[in-house]
């Protein structure tokens, strides 16, 4: 019997289908700007501190004092220099949006995979009781878990992520309702492999694609989440620099000083482009990976 | 044939079934038996919040120096003392019986407080869904009809990062352009006298609409966009026109009724959005409603003001929910008829 | 009189050059069926739809005729094309539970044809229209039928259905794109016996598209055989069967097994090339026996053989003169008689949550021998195969494994039992985790089952791979980056390299191109004799088991209706069921014997 492999494909580099996906999605225009925007705003959040010309909190003039060579953005609602603010003032964001998704997205995904293998009882438990932390809405979500014991950071990164858990275990519950009853996970079952092994290596790498989209969307939803959290004033404590906090001290002075609020603003609606793009772009390039497989 | 269970219909329990019967009404009747369970559990997760978890809740709030008379008449007020249970179910059938008790701030009762602004913020939802959901009907069907065109490449991605930005980015920099610095056409907060009706401030509303229906439309546009994609992509569209159905006929007897059970669901889970996205626009707009008035509450501790909004909430969403659920299975043979 | 006539039709990818089908040409008579046969991807829908005017998102129609009644189809605007598509000339999809709106009564969906069309005067001429429709396609127009939803009916139904809308405005052409694909053997002969009816009363020109040889043979007057995109033959039913021309066909015609005939079943190695991917010269010539230099280098036109047949092969004269059907008799082996049963599986039933699907089944394989389950789509062939490999665990009964009893779960079975019994998936595409290369696929195996060092591990792979006829070439690639063909060799591959003792093979060719289909039936056979494998082979295509099984096990309902030899079912089935399920198989060669009687007699 002769062999069977077609000759058609010479020289073709083989790619693992994530790393395919990748490659799609770094190949459009919209995800190029926004990985520029992000790699711009975290090297201004991580960099930006060395090359602030005053510190945070130094009182360098008038409160609402209007731009000058002197403060280059201007004076905030205590006289402080708002470009060294700014500068100094996306670390915490930063830091607590990634780690409220990265707990949303272990948890989520953990909680989905097994709701969607296991198909009985324990699906239904687990997914109902996702539905009663879905009937808040995220940001009432936060502001409940804020209330036992006031703004902590700790809290607050706990209850941005339990906020997203229910929507990333939907996700995966669902991306991987369709794998789990494909004959591949059958025929690793009756080889008797265990079941922890099946989810984390049958069907986890089968959800990748969905999972890296809803990554880069929870990554967006939860900066905005606590940046919103700390603007009405339930993140970082003042004197501590921080963009959403400065919106807040700032808004009152909108009308004399407006870049004390316009330059952190700036900074979050840079941020959560950038990372929107991405997600786009991710979501687009799995999309088109889906329809060439049917095909 | 037995199909297998429609998507919209979920899997109820054979025991759900027979306890309430077949049909829609029992579809009906087990959606709603779970969202009183639902309701129950919220109220659970609301109680511990308040009133267990921080320990002494009277002490908490009161700070270190409450004389042993005020925290003694503060624990009563919540209910607290006794154990757990007692207290819940104390808190609970007061609640039920609509006495939502005393606020701890104004010193107002808790209904009286909140009637006022319920009704502002019911008008600011309700005004923005009025706008925000046509609007993306309208530009999530034009996208879907003219795919990959200009328009279709254009608008989703204005859309997706619209979608995306946060709520009071986008209330902060309308009020920049619209009512601050580069045009003062619009008054930049949206405060009015209490017990005003909003709809006589309707200048005053501008903003805070404009916010939450860019914080909405994009995003109902886009999955609409999908949902109809689906549909337009279908065999049976192809089928109708093969048929040499007339393009009308194609869109509004074949495409449009399919699309209809997506539509409700959309509209539905971001009108949920929409409760949300009310905290944070009524607080920068120093709107009287009860997202300003929730987040008021949880700086000043004030506990019956934050079970009430918080539980309040969660009821909408439940309701809202089951409305939606019911309607795409009334709109969607398939699933309505599976329920037989 | 011709109804319809293409010329030079081709159609492109939109954005690209690359053709999916190019130089496409044939006319239609009225009262005639033209069959269009090929493979999956060679084209065949395209050009069906493209007698309506109509292409797919993304492709477009680049250059051609069809000629309608005198008229250019492709060149007509879209008012003409509308009023001219489900008046006369109409469509039959291949899956009527996609194509019939899930939202519209089906009395609703029949009516709006004739409505759109003027079609009767009033109300009441539409509505004895519909009932006369219903009637032709043996369906009731009983009001409450009608107030249906497409869910509601069967898949038979469904298609009946397509069929009775088709021909509600008495068309003169009507395209059917597959029509009774996924339909069991017995509604499949009552849908062609209605079609063959309806055009040949109405005088209706007819496009019957099908991978199934033996479904167009017993319905088309002329054939179209298509290959990457192009028709490579073209002629009289009986004459291109008896006589092909072209290597393509006549490879084709070997490689469909028959329920008429013992013979072995052969492949035609490779697969077809994809639009952009396509060669130089002839596309058939990297899989033929006849290849010459001149087929790299020239694309054939078409020549005639004879009147009315036409074939593009540079060397056509040379494979008439072959003699075709040089079929080997198929190998009939004995099992070992063996004193102990390697599986006995003893009063089982199974089921799901719907209700039981399996019944009190009695069932036995000996060492080494192969034994055939046969039953259509939902007869609990599959179910039943899954209680023994240990997928499905709602079940009662006893199975014992050489002797030793044999629970229905997989993780109580011990690990060498589950080393034992390895279960070969119908369908390649899901049974192959995507995410995995060829090589870790094929050596989970061994991890699982064995203790061996990574060099071992990939010996071990690599003659596993050898022995399904891959090079190790394919170790670190993607399942999707193989064939369906190959990717099947991969599955089986997988369940080999752990030594089985019992090899379960459920469908295992039903997902797969006649073509490859045989290959792999080939080699199933081979692979059983060389390790001596006990084998349950499971199919819906009685045709395929005369070649591999002896003994045979015929399902339905969820029992057996009839065990016995290969041999006596065939000659004498005793169960009703096999009775009509062996009348109503297609058979290409019942019908050319059919046919040769004929032409003697006049």
């Known amino acids: 019997m002769s062999v069977v492999l077609p000759g058609t494909l010479p020289g073709r580099r083989r790619r693992r289908p994530l790393t395919l996906l990748t490659l799609r999605a770094g190949g459009q225009a919209r995800v190029r700007i926004g990985v520029a925007l992000v790699v711009f705003m975290v090297a201004l959040v991580l960099l930006g501190p060395l090359f602030a010309p005053h510190s945070p909190s130094a009182f360098v003039g008038l409160p609402f004092a209007p731009p000058s060579g002197h403060v280059l953005l201007g004076t905030d609602f205590l006289g402080r220099d708002v470009l060294s603010r700014v500068l100094w003032g996306g670390r915490s964001i930063l830091e607590l949006s990634l780690a409220a998704a990265g707990l949303g997205l272990a948890l989520g995904t953990a909680i989905g995979l097994i709701a969607a293998y296991s198909q009985g009882l324990l699906d239904s438990l687990l ?76 069907i986890l790498p089968n959800i990748a694609g969905p999972l890296l989209v809803e990554t880069s969307l929870r990554i967006t939803f939860s900066i905005s989440l606590v940046a919103a959290l700390s603007f009405l004033g339930f993140g970082l404590q003042p004197p501590a620099a921080d963009w959403g906090l400065m919106i807040n001290e700032n808004q009152t002075g909108l009308t004399i000083q407006p870049w004390a609020v316009v330059a952190p603003i700036l900074c979050i609606a840079l941020l959560t482009i950038g990372t929107s793009l991405i997600a786009d772009g991710l979501a687009r390039a799995l999309a088109g990976i889906d329809r060439a497989a049917e095909s | 044939m037995t199909a297998a269970a429609h998507p919209l219909v979920r ?93 701890l701030a104004s010193r107002e009762n808790v209904s009286t407080f909140l009637s006022h602004r319920v009704e502002n913020s019911a008008f600011l939802m309700l005004l923005a869904a009025a706008i925000g959901f046509p609007l993306a009907i309208v530009l999530g069907a034009i996208s879907a009809r003219r795919r990959d065109s200009a328009f279709d490449h254009v608008s989703s991605i204005v859309m997706f990062v619209l979608a995306w930005l946060p709520e009071f980015v986008v209330a902060i920099v309308l009020v920049v352009v619209l009512g601050t610095t580069v045009f003062t056409v619009l008054p930049p907060v949206s405060f009015f006298p209490p017990g005003d009706p909003p709809w006589d401030h309707l200048k005053e509303l501008v903003l805070p609409t404009l916010t939450l229906v860019i914080a909405v439309a994009p995003y109902t546009a886009r999955m609409l966009r999908a949902s109809l994609v689906e549909v337009l992509e279908s065999d049976y569209v192809e089928m109708a026109r093969l048929k040499g159905l007339s393009e009308r006929t194609v869109v509004w007897r074949h495409a449009v009724p399919n699309a209809l059970a997506p539509t409700i669901q959309v509209i539905a889970l971001n009108f949920a959005y929409l409760i949300g996205g009310i905290v944070v626009v009524e607080s920068v707009f120093n709107y009287a409603g009860i997202g300003s008035a929730l987040v008021q509450a949880v700086q000043n501790r004030d506990v019956p003001v934050i079970q009430a909004i918080t539980l309040l909430v969660a009821a909408v969403y439940v309701v809202l929910n089951i409305v939606a659920d019911v309607a795409a299975i009334l709109v969607s043979p398939r699933a309505r008829t599976s329920l037989r | 009189m011709t109804v319809v006539e293409v010329s030079a039709l081709r159609v492109e990818v939109a954005g690209q050059r690359a053709d999916i089908v190019d130089d496409v040409a044939f006319s239609i008579d009225a009262g005639d069926v033209l069959g269009l046969v090929g493979e999956s991807g060679s084209g065949k829908t395209t050009v069906g739809l493209a007698m309506l005017g109509h292409t797919r998102r993304g492709t477009k129609i680049a250059a051609g005729q069809v000629r309608f009644d005198g008229h250019d189809l492709l060149k007509m605007s879209p008012q003409q094309l509308r009023a001219l598509r489900g008046k006369s000339v109409s469509y039959v999809p291949q899956d009527p539970s996609a194509a019939l709106n899930p939202a519209l009564r089906i009395g609703k969906q029949l009516q709006e044809t004739l409505v759109a069309h003027g079609y009767g005067d009033s109300r009441r001429e539409r509505e004895a229209r519909l009932g006369e429709m219903l009637e032709e396609v043996a369906l009731t127009d009983d009001p409450s039928f009608l107030k249906r939803y497409p869910h509601q009916l069967s898949g038979g139904q469904q298609q009946r259905i397509a069929l009775a809308m088709a021909f509600a405005c008495r068309p003169r052409l009507i395209v059917l794109d597959e029509p009774t694909t996924g339909l069991d053997v017995t509604t499949q002969a009552h849908i062609l016996e209605t079609v063959r009816d309806l055009c040949a009363t109405r005088r209706v020109a007819a496009l019957y598209i099908s991978h199934d040889l033996a479904v167009v043979a017993n319905l088309a007057n002329r054939v179209a055989v298509m290959y990457a995109g192009r028709i490579v033959e073209l002629g009289p039913e009986n004459a291109l069967f008896n006589a092909p021309a072209h290597p393509y066909t006549r490879r084709l015609i070997e490689a469909i097994p028959d329920i008429s005939g013992q013979h072995a079943v052969k492949g035609i190695a490779g697969s077809a090339p994809a639009p952009g991917h396509r060669p130089s010269g002839c596309f058939f010539a990297p899989r033929c026996s006849f290849a010459i230099d001149k087929c790299q280098l020239e694309f054939p036109s078409p020549a005639n053989v004879s009147m009315g047949h036409a074939v593009r092969c540079h060397r056509h004269e040379d494979v008439r003169a072959a003699t075709l059907l040089e079929r080997s008799a198929a190998t009939p082996w004995r099992a070992v008689d063996s004193k102990q049963a390697l599986l006995e599986v003893h009063s089982v039933g199974a089921g799901y949550v ?62 060498d039992t589950r080393r034992r019994i390895q279960y070969v998936f119908q369908s390649p595409y899901t ?45 670190d690639r993607y399942p999707h980056e193989l064939s369906g063909g190959e990717r099947q060799r991969v599955a089986i591959a997988r369940a080999l390299v752990a030594d089985p003792a019992l090899l379960i093979c459920d469908e295992i060719t039903s997902a797969l191109d006649v073509s490859v289909q045989a290959a792999i039936v080939d080699l199933i056979g081979e692979l059983q004799r060389e390790m001596e494998l006990g084998l349950l082979f499971v199919t819906h295509n009685l045709a395929l088991i005369r070649t591999i099984a002896e003994t045979v096990a015929v399902m339905s309902k969820g029992r057996i209706v009839e065990y016995g030899t290969v041999e006596e079912v065939f000659s004498s089935p005793q169960a009703p069921y096999t ?21 003697e007699h006049t």
């Open chain 1, 127 to 202: 997914m109902r009781g996702m539905d009663v932390i879905l009937a808040f809405p995220a940001i009432v979500f936060a502001l409940l878990a804020v209330a036992t014991v006031g703004p902590k950071l700790w809290l607050l990164v706990i209850a941005v992520g339990l906020s997203h858990t229910p929507r990333v275990a939907r996700l995966v519950r669902g991306a991987s309702l369709d794998v789990v009853n494909r004959d591949f996970v059958y025929a690793v079952q009756a080889m008797g492999e265990p079941t922890r092994k099946i989810l984390l290596g049958e």
């Open chain 2, 11 to 103: 899997s109820a329990s054979r025991w759900g079934r027979r306890a309430l019967g077949f049909g829609l009404p029992g579809f009906v009747a087990r959606r709603v038996l779970w969202g009183l369970l639902t309701l129950f559990l919220v109220s659970i997760v609301v109680f511990a919040a308040t009133a267990v978890l921080p320990g002494d809740a009277a002490r908490a709030i009161l700070g270190r120096n409450a004389t042993p008379a005020a925290l003694a008449a503060l624990r009563n007020q919540l209910h607290l003392g006794g154990s757990v249970f007692q207290e819940y179910s104390q808190w609970l059938s007061h609640f039920a019986r609509g006495d939502l008790g005393v606020s």
């Open chain 3, 354 to 415: 719907n209700g039981p699907v399996v019944f009190d089944v009695n069932l036995s394989i000996q060492p080494q021998q192969c034994v055939a389950l046969v039953g259509e789509s939902g007869s609990g062939k599959t179910t039943l195969a899954r209680c023994v490999a240990g997928i499905h665990r709602h079940a009662t009964g006893q199975m014992a494994l050489a002797g030793r009893p044999l629970p229905f779960d997989a993780r109580r079975r011990d690990p």
């Open chain 3, 431 to 475: 049974s192959l985790n995507p995410r995995k290369t060829v090589g870790r696929l094929v050596g989970q195996p061994l991890r699982l089952f064995f203790e061996l060092t990574a060099r071992e591990e990939y010996e071990r792979v690599e003659r596993a791979l050898d022995r399904v006829a891959l090079t190790s070439a394919v170790v």
């Open chain 3, 579 to 599: 009775q009509s399920l062996l009348a109503d198989t297609p058979s290409l060669g019942r019908t050319l014997a059919a046919t040769d009687d004929l032409s």
